[in-house]
């Protein structure tokens, strides 16, 4: 089903009614019910929302006269916005954000908002397999209601095989496992599937795996890593926007691949400026700001996500009318790199590094001295080390570098690991760490 028809089934009108107009409409609604809900059932909010007065919204604008939701609302006062009793709450999901003290962030899920996510990944693996094909799931999935758990549940609904794995450690066990059983679909971590693949190449496998489509979520997923992983195997690479606030159903790449396509029934979605948290012009970067329209358990009202994107203003070449994100390369929390690398993000470093031969992960630090700043490179290679000079080539043609680079302001200190055929999986979101010397 396209997205459009999916999303008109979920608001109950024929496809042909679906316009930008019907869907804001139906937002609309949503958020009235919602705020009404919340003002009801939550002590939280009952206080949050005391000076909106007391008339629903007549315009889907008047949403920006709400007051922001921060993760530090969410880190404090998670329980005081249940919409529920505790009873009636079934997944819990604790976020623990390095560098941050205080209580973590927790999220509360009633059965039927967790329904609603295995919707949302029924309808996104629907694109990508079909009846009777064998996907290998590539994340944690024994926790009932986790992610890995939920994506189970949805392949099972299309009547295709799931198989549970867990995440990868040992690459030649996890590369037999799909020759042993053929498998068509892959669901994974970017850089632990961007290792799968490498590790085939380099070990010169010549039986060919018959993989159609691979899904990476979790994290960025670089255009490189896509690259390389489409060149070994001769599949198509997908991702999709799922953080845990946005019941990990935030959006899903169509075959267009230029953007999310937004999951405009069960969320709305506001991009801000980062600092003022005013609008921003349409098509211009700043944070993304959620609102959830149809949880019950803990709703979240224009819940401020740290993401740094834009919406993509121009149609979309499938035809959908659904609104387009672009992919997240950078957030806004957590320390930023000093002037004048402010703008570098992780991301840039991936695109240009992944394609190395052999390179699997790396981690950065930028530490910051009186006179100079270094970046600290750990890699992580299959095999043998990668060759400084190419690395430093490498990062020359990142663009946010170059000129540091080329005048002597940042030095470079590498180190080099070798993984072998074994790989641990990074806890949080890859990230710049930033340090004072
Ligand atoms: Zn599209």
Not at 89 to 117: A, C, H
Not at 268 to 288: M, N, Q, T
Not at 293 to 311: C, K, Q, V
Request: a positive charge; proline letters at 6%; one cysteine or more.
């Amino acid at each position: 089903m396209a997205y459009d028809a999916w999303i008109a089934k979920r608001l109950g009108i024929k496809d042909d009614e679906l316009t930008r107009e019907s869907l804001g409409r139906y937002q609309l609604a949503k958020i009235n019910e919602i705020i009404a809900l919340t003002r009801e059932h939550s002590p939280f909010y009952k206080r949050h929302l005391q000076g909106c007065g007391s008339s629903p919204l007549a315009d889907l604008a008047d949403v920006a006269r709400l007051p922001f939701l921060t993760p530090h609302d969410l880190r404090n006062s998670g329980l005081k916005m249940l919409c529920v009793s505790q009873g009636e709450i079934s997944r819990v999901v604790t976020l623990e954000t390095s560098g941050t003290t205080g209580p973590p962030k927790q999220l509360y899920f009633t059965g039927q908002d967790q329904e609603l996510t295995v919707d949302f990944f029924v309808q996104s693996m629907s694109r990508l397999i079909q009846a009777d094909e064998r996907v290998s799931i590539l994340l944690p999935a024994d926790r009932p209601g986790g992610v890995g758990d939920l994506l189970y549940r949805a392949v099972s609904r299309l009547r295709a095989l799931p198989v549970k794995h867990g995440l990868v450690t040992k690459l030649p066990v996890m590369l037999e496992n799909l020759f042993t059983r053929p498998v068509r679909c892959l669901v994974g971590v970017p850089v632990q599937i961007l290792a799968l693949a490498k590790y085939y190449e380099a070990s010169g496998e010549k039986r060919k795996l018959r993989l159609k489509n691979i899904l990476l979520c979790t994290d960025y997923v670089s255009p490189s890593i896509v690259k390389e992983i489409e060149r070994i195997w001769d599949c198509r690479v997908f991702d999709y926007y799922g953080m845990t606030e946005a019941g990990l159903g935030g959006g899903m790449e169509c075959s267009a691949r230029s953007g999310y396509h937004l999951h405009e029934a069960d969320l709305y979605f506001e991009i801000v400026d980062p600092v003022s948290g005013g609008p921003v012009l349409e098509g211009r970067e700043g944070e993304v700001v959620i609102s959830t329209l149809t949880r019950r358990g803990m709703p979240l009202l224009r819940y401020r996500t740290g993401d740094l994107s834009r919406f993509v203003p121009e149609p979309c070449p499938c035809g959908a009318i659904l609104r387009r994100l672009e992919k997240i390369r950078k957030r806004k929390n957590g320390p930023a790199p000093p002037a004048p690398y402010a703008s570098l993000a992780m991301a840039d470093l991936d695109d240009v590094l992944f394609p190395l031969f052999g390179l699997v992960d790396f981690s950065v630090n930028m530490v910051c001295g009186k006179k100079k700043n270094t970046l600290e490179l750990t890699l992580y290679s299959l095999h043998s080390g990668i060759k400084e000079q190419d690395i430093r080539t490498a990062l020359s043609s990142a663009p946010s570098l170059l000129p540091a680079l080329a005048s002597g302001a940042l030095d470079v200190a590498m180190a080099n690991k070798i993984v072998g055929d074994t790989i641990f999986p990074a806890s949080a979101k890859r990230q710049i760490r930033v340090f004072s010397s």
